[in-house]
């Protein structure tokens, strides 16, 4: 059994103990702030990066979902970068989110972030070099998102390095 005694600072008195728990489980302390609001505290906070390492044709005039086959990290196992190219979060809460994309010629392009199947963020509509970003909620259950691209013209997103086409995404806030 380990233990971890944290005295109090200089405007109260006594301690806080921390024990480790007698199951294998993951658990989150929760302390307040200074100004009445949560602090996290968690080993179980998903965090991905995956990028695409082949390159991969895109049909003009259709949004297209971007294949990251690989992985930099995934520190929970929710990036599934061989079938569906997606992440699964399995911790319910709110989601930073950022996909960059690169075509090797001057095409016109949109990024997107789809959220079940469905577009929830878009980027802007430019030449050969785009992002997107978004804040969102998972339920840690059910939801899953992914990364589309449309292209103006028949083109191919180039496989450069993870430094270009990339998408990856972390665990903000707990629900």
Do not use: C, H
């Not at 971007?66 to 930099?72: A, N, P």
């Not at 960059?100 to 070099?129: D, E, H």
């Amino acid at each position: 059994m380990s233990t971890l005694a944290l005295a109090a600072g200089a405007s109260g008195t006594g301690s806080v103990t921390i024990q480790a728990p007698a199951t294998n489980n993951t658990d989150v302390i929760n302390l307040p702030d200074t100004n009445g609001g949560t602090i996290m505290v968690s080993s179980a906070m998903p965090a991905f990066s995956a990028w695409q390492s082949s390159s991969q044709s895109i049909t003009a005039g259709t949004f297209t979902k971007v294949q990251f086959q690989t992985k930099l990290f995934d520190t929970n196992n929710n990036f599934d970068s061989t079938t569906n190219y997606r992440f699964t979060p399995t911790v319910a809460g709110y989601y930073q989110l950022n996909a960059s994309l690169y075509v090797s010629t001057a095409i016109v392009m949109q990024p997107a972030i789809y959220k079940n199947g469905t577009a929830a963020a878009y980027g802007a509509y430019v030449t050969q070099t785009n992002g997107v970003g978004a804040l969102m909620y998972f339920n840690g259950s059910t939801d899953y998102v992914e990364v589309y691209v449309y292209l103006a013209s028949n083109g191919a997103l180039q496989n450069a390095s993870s430094a270009y086409n990339y998408f990856n995404g972390s665990l903000v806030r707990a629900a």
